[in-house]
Every structure is written in C-alpha cells, then in structure tokens.
C-alpha cells in the first residue's frame, strides 16, 4: 500500500506534476491513457507538458522501462515535477533521482535500510533522530482520511503527513 501512496502523497506537494508508474505489474491507477498507450501510438502534444495545474498520473499498461525510455525522458523534459514509480527491483539507470520509501517497523527484525523516507507504524521511535541526521526523511503518522482521499484520485486535505512530503524535494538523492 505504501508504494502506491507514497508516490501521490510526494506529487500532490507540488503545483503540478505527473505521476508515471514504470512497474508493469504495479497498481492500477486511473488514468486516461497508460505508459504503454503513449508509447505505441505515440504522445500527444498535451500528455507530454501540463494544461492546468494538479497532479495527473499516468498509469503503466504493461511496459517495460527499457522500452518506455524515450518517452519517459520527454515527460521529464515537459512537466514541471514527475515522480517516477518504481517495481522493488529497478534498474540501475533510471533517469532521476531514486528516493527509497520503507516502512519503520518496532524492534530488531526489519532494520532501518539506509537513506530514504522513513514511514513508522508506531510513535516512538528512538531511531528517528539518527534517520533524520543522516539525511532521511521520517514521516508522522498517515492520516486514514488522506490516504483514502490519494487512493480515491482527489487531492487530500493538509495535514503534517502530507507537508513532511514536500522535505522530500528539497532533499538532495
């Protein structure tokens, strides 16, 4: 679930950007067209730079990154902020910078992974602190209101949840 949200909670703290899922077997968003539509039968002038402002999401279809390359380079090109999704297993040559998103669970079993966005399932959290010196972001609790609001496509209300995203963009990957 969080890698479905994560992406939209981090688009929806800019004006407008785009939303391309690179994973061909990763959520179905909604969109109008797919990755895999634009690269077929090719973009049109208004899927390659924004009409108005928001966020728009542009799900996969069922392609691969190394066949979606061209294209995904004039996304990046024509919108103002794109948030790139990734499958677990990316490839090491994607065009932008990779922000790791992991959960920060209690105990010992699953330990901190390195430099990314931190999203704790309980508060408390002495590990925190050291995240956040080396440059991770540790998000506050998800809020059951906004993350339904992403999942249902509209732009959720304010909330720390969601202002923590926009420390993501300022942070050099």
Do not use: K
């Not at 002495?126 to 496509?153: F, K």
């Amino acid at each position: 679930m969080l890698g479905a949200v994560a992406p939209l909670a981090l688009a929806t703290t800019q004006p407008t950007a785009l939303v391309v899922d690179l994973d061909p077997g990763g959520p179905h968003y909604p969109s109008a067209r797919s990755l895999r539509e634009l690269v077929v039968e090719g973009p049109r002038a208004a899927d390659l730079s924004p009409v108005r402002p928001g966020v728009a999401v542009l799900a996969n279809g069922g392609i691969a990154l190394e066949d979606s390359r061209d294209l995904v380079g004039l996304l990046l090109r024509g919108w103002p902020a794109v948030v790139l999704r990734l499958a677990l297993q990316a490839p090491d040559d994607v065009p932008a910078p990779i922000v790791p998103v992991h959960l920060l669970t209690p105990g010992r079993l699953f330990r901190p992974q390195g430099r990314g966005v931190y999203q704790p399932t309980a508060a408390g959290f002495r590990v925190r602190r050291r995240l956040e010196a080396e440059g991770s972001v540790v998000l506050p609790a998800a809020p059951r209101r906004v993350v339904r609001a992403l999942l249902d496509g509209s732009r959720p209300v304010a909330s720390r949840w969601s202002a923590a995203w926009r420390r993501v963009w300022a942070a050099s990957w």
